[in-house]
């Protein structure tokens, strides 16, 4: 396994669990989370805009609700509901289209909302231009650094090997085509299967095998606020579909996010000065309570969306080298989508 996120760790305690022996997890960071999932904002949901998201969604709320029963550690599951915003009928048309896939799919409880069941399910949000909504109950939050630590510390316990500051430098291919040796600086290991599990770097990870993994690394930008209680920590993941703008309470601060395009350094995690007033100011103009409030500089952060070509996860085994196995592309909902029982054969 390379990689030990939140993905690494759970596929290898699903690999432990399903019977496979000897797994051997190899992290270059000194500590587990370094990657995206310690910059991960922690919401859930399964209001997807396709029938794949969604389905990976409803497998893996049900491994959350089982999660501490099984795994032994609180994921931090909380329904506190995600609440869609349009300002326009365009906007409200694209949430009833997603909407009628999610209910094919099987999420019956998203619904359209009108402005003055938005003002209760939120009082903090202007409706200003607002014309309409959707909000799905069920959605909410985890806690991704407890997801990997509850799959990565099962994974131990049930006999993997977990090396920190071990890179992968190269994967040596044999006459067969099939990975036989995977090598860090110092130090190599024969293997049986290799699985990608490097996030926003396994383009790079396929790369050492000559495979190309269509997946390429997007920053988004956090601003988090001082503390403050402006808003109930159970509020709603507000989102504005327009621009992307969205807004949750965690540990007593508001976390602000607004995707735009991505740095000229695409593994750039900078955080600009520019986008935080930006975002701040529009923070004020969506929730008058935040008007004024200030950022800590300090606690804004950036990290990296792995992103595919279609949005969706690749999954399983590469016809371009027979042993090595794929779990990379969540487009950032990797931490979300990671407790689901992913289909790979070992
Ligand atoms: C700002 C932000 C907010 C997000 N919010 C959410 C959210 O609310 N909900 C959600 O579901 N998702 C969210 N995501 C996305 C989520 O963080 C990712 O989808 C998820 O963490 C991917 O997990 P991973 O294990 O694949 O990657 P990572 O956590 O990045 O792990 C990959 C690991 O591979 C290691 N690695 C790479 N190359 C090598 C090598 N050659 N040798 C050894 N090790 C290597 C890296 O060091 C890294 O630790 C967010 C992401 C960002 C940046």
């Known amino acids: 396994m390379v990689g030990a996120g939140v993905i690494g760790a759970s596929v290898a305690w699903h690999l432990i669990r399903l019977g496979v022996r000897d797994v051997l997890v190899l992290e270059r960071g000194a500590t587990p989370g370094e990657g995206s999932t310690g910059r ?25 609700r089982r999660f501490r029963e099984e795994v032994g550690v609180d994921a931090g599951y909380r329904p506190c ?19 009628r896939i999610q209910h094919e799919v099987g999420l019956g409880e998203a619904r359209m909302v009108a402005p003055e ?31 990997l630590r509850g799959y990565l510390d099962g994974a131990r316990r049930m006999g993997a090997r977990v090396r920190f500051g071990a890179e992968v430098v190269a994967l040596q291919r044999g006459a067969s085509g099939r990975i036989e040796k995977v090598q860090l600086a110092s130090e190599d290991f024969a293997c049986g299967t290799v699985v990608n599990a490097a996030g926003a770097w396994a383009g790079a990870l396929g790369r050492l095998a000559g495979v190309e993994v269509p997946v390429v690394p997007l920053r988004r930008q956090v ?20 621009d992307g703008f969205h807004l949750r309470v965690r540990d007593g601060r508001v976390l602000l996010l607004r995707p735009v395009p991505g740095a000229a350094d695409p593994f ?42 279609d949005g969706h996860a690749l999954l399983g085994r590469t016809p371009a080298c027979d042993n090595l196995v794929l779990v990379n592309g969540s487009s950032g909902h990797g931490v979300m989508h990671d407790p689901a029982p992913f289909p790979i054969a070992p």
């Open 40 to 64: 991960a904002t922690g919401g859930f949901r399964a209001q997807f805009g396709t029938a794949i998201d969604v389905r990976l969604s409803l497998l893996a709320r049900e491994k959350l």
């Open 223 to 242: 601003a988090c606020t001082v503390p403050c209680s402006f808003l109930p920590e159970d509020m709603p993941m507000t989102l504005w579909p327009g």
């Open 268 to 309: 750039s995690t900078d955080v600009e000065d520019g986008w935080l007033a930006d975002v701040g100011r529009t923070a004020g103009e969506r929730v008058p309570r935040l008007a004024g409030v200030a950022l800590d500089r300090a606690r804004c952060w950036a990290g990296l969306y792995e992103m595919s070509p």
């Open 81 to 99: 509901g995600y609440l869609w915003l349009a300002r326009n009928a365009g906007e409200l048309s694209a949430l009833r289209a997603a909407q």
């Open 117 to 147: 069941e938005i003002a209760k399910l939120n009082p903090a949000a202007s409706l200003q231009g607002v014309v309409g909504g959707a909000f799905c109950p069920t959605d909410g939050f985890l806690r991704p650094l407890e997801v």
